[in-house]
């Protein structure tokens, strides 16, 4: 089956620590991207990273980074310096020709 | 820059009555089209997508339908709603090359069928 797993329905991190959110996803291309997308309250979904499957080297921006194990099918967002707006979803997704796979969302709750 | 735009955003409609909810992307040209639902805390599922005019593709059998008029523009129908139908619908685009890229979504359509 094609599907992408979030086992953490839930998370709390105090802010300005560090957080990490797991995903493992099943697939039989070779070439695919993931992404990690942030749904807060608004529910608008926005884009907080991206990885090709095809680069070794795990994306960064500002304080998101993944760790991307290629082999293991696993693919984590570690949120540095929390911080109160990043409460919100986070959804991991995989893309398929023409289509994403989504997870079903962690809830990142941050505690001042 | 490219922008995307849904509404109404919010809708309350009665069970049998029609719907007609309309995405339109500004900024780019050719884009892949997506309509997709959430159900309240869960993920999301797609529905539809398309990658052109008039080709639309079906990801579920259900009591919605989608049209693509105009290269910008996409559509999603029903004739008569029903109660499951209730939910928050995500319009998002991409740029048709390979089907890969990155999914912008825009603010979204809050349905609520009574």
């Known amino acids: 089956a094609q599907t992408v797993t979030q086992s953490q329905p839930e998370m709390s991190v105090q802010e300005a620590e560090t957080v990490t959110l797991s995903c493992t996803y099943d697939?039989?291309?070779?070439?695919?991207?993931l992404f990690w997308y942030k749904q807060p309250p608004s529910r608008q979904m926005i884009l907080v990273i991206r990885?090709?499957?095809?680069?070794?080297q795990n994306a960064t921006e500002n304080r998101f980074s993944v760790n991307f194990q290629k082999a293991a099918k696993s693919f984590s967002l570690k949120i540095s310096d929390s911080q109160l707006g990043d409460a919100a979803m986070y959804f991991c997704?995989?893309?398929?020709?023409?289509?994403?796979?989504f997870g079903t969302g962690t809830r990142l709750k941050v505690l001042a | 820059s490219q922008t995307i735009h849904q509404w109404p955003a919010t809708l309350v409609q009665p069970v049998g009555s029609p719907l007609s909810l309309e995405c339109t992307v500004e900024?780019?040209?050719?884009?892949?089209l997506y309509w997709y639902r959430q159900a309240a805390g869960r993920g999301l599922q797609l529905l539809f997508y398309?990658?052109?005019?008039?080709?639309i593709s079906s990801e579920v059998p259900q009591n919605l339908s989608a049209s693509r008029p105009q290269d910008r523009q996409f559509i999603l129908s029903s004739k008569k709603l029903l109660l499951s139908d209730s939910g928050f619908y995500l319009c998002?685009?991409?740029?048709?090359?390979?089907?890969?890229?990155?999914?912008?979504f825009g603010p979204g359509t809050r349905l609520l069928v009574l």
């Open positions: 990885q090709e499957a095809y680069k070794q």
């Open positions: 398309s990658v052109g005019i008039g080709q």
């Open positions: 900024g780019t040209s050719n884009p892949n």
């Open positions: 998002a685009w991409s740029v048709r090359t390979s089907g890969r890229e990155t999914q912008y």
């Open positions: 997704a995989r893309s398929r020709t023409y289509k994403y796979i």
């Open positions: 697939t039989s291309e070779s070439d695919y991207y």
